[in-house]
């Protein structure tokens, strides 16, 4: 990406063109690209943790009901208390929506902190077992919190993610991503991928490159969060369990790691065919596992990994 800035503005500039005209798109179908788009946010995000600082993770789901359950606290608050019973305008119901989406991505990405610290210290099995951890801490935790809901969950929240909002934050979340891998600083993360001990060898601090990472994965993790409790209306800890974040880690397996058009690739491409299964609905698990297993088999480094890392074009040590 030779010139990011313009892929952002272009990016936006079509979020803005297709929210025009989102009146005239089936609702089934823009449902569907409003899923794509949250589970785009989900796998990029990951990819940084996952792919290109070379950490294992499967708490992402975790991360996202923070975000989910933090934004819906926000809106659910605020919206009678500032517009009453007439809603608000535009600019005032987006204004409230972009403060509770960052809300809830500060809050997933402080909770992404407290895990990081102490956990990204490990490496491997031991790292994915602590994260796996959280995520079902937090789960059981939105379980067992009557005031949000508990088992039942949170319902009633505003419905006010709009396509524009998804892929606009679909657009930022690649072009940060994208900048911060191909910056000064993300040759850290590479390095820490490609040999954790010669990194530190050379005087980089590895740990703090992983927790960056995961703040930052947990952030934008949050922040799909946010949009999906505003566009399902209802928030369940069930929808943030183990198989939601497995589900995000095979995008990622399946893209290729550290590869984000890759991993663009496999989000949609996971999203779409449970939908295009549906004929076949008492057969559609079924086949969509025997599909992954066929793909992981023939093509286990990844459906759509036709390159390298960046770290592996460049000799250019990291500073």
Not at 127 to 151: K, P, S
Not at 244 to 265: A, P
Request: glycine share 12%.
């Amino acid at each position: 990406m030779p010139r990011p800035h313009l892929f952002l503005l272009a990016a936006l500039a079509l979020a803005l063109g297709v929210q025009h005209f989102s009146d005239r798109i089936d609702p089934y179908h823009l449902d569907v690209l409003t899923g794509i788009g949250i589970n785009v946010i989900l796998a990029v995000s990951l990819n940084l943790v996952n792919g290109y600082t070379g950490q294992f993770s499967l708490g992402h789901a975790g991360f996202m009901s923070v975000g989910a359950y933090a934004a819906a606290a926000v809106s659910m608050a605020a919206a009678p208390r500032w517009f009453g019973e007439s809603g608000g305008t535009a600019w005032q119901q987006g204004t409230l929506f972009l403060g509770a989406l960052i809300a809830g991505g500060l809050s997933a990405a402080l909770a992404g902190l407290v895990v990081g610290v102490p956990s990204l210290r490990l490496r491997g099995d031991y790292l994915a077992l602590v994260t796996l951890g959280f995520g079902e801490i937090i789960r059981v935790i939105f379980q067992n919190l009557e005031f949000v809901g508990g088992a039942l969950g949170l319902n009633g929240i505003p419905g006010l993610t709009t396509i524009f909002w998804v892929l606009a934050f679909v657009a930022l979340t690649i072009f940060v991503v994208t900048c911060l891998v191909h910056s000064t600083y993300g040759r850290g993360f590479l390095a820490t991928h490609d040999d954790e001990i010669a990194s530190e060898s050379v005087g980089l601090n590895t740990t703090r490159y992983k927790i960056v990472a995961f703040v930052i994965g947990a952030f934008f993790a949050g922040i799909a969060g946010g949009l999906y409790g505003h566009f399902k209306l209802t928030i369940t800890p069930t929808g943030f369990d183990f198989t939601k974040s497995i589900e995000i880690v095979v995008m990622v397996i399946l893209g290729g790691m550290g590869n984000t058009l890759g991993v663009i690739l496999a989000a949609i491409l996971l999203t779409l065919l449970p939908e295009l299964l549906r004929p076949v609905a008492e057969y559609r698990m079924i086949i969509y596992s025997l599909l992954l297993i066929v793909l992981m088999l023939v093509r286990p480094q990844g459906l759509f990994n036709f390159g390298l890392l960046p770290s592996r074009k460049r000799n250019a040590p990291p500073s």
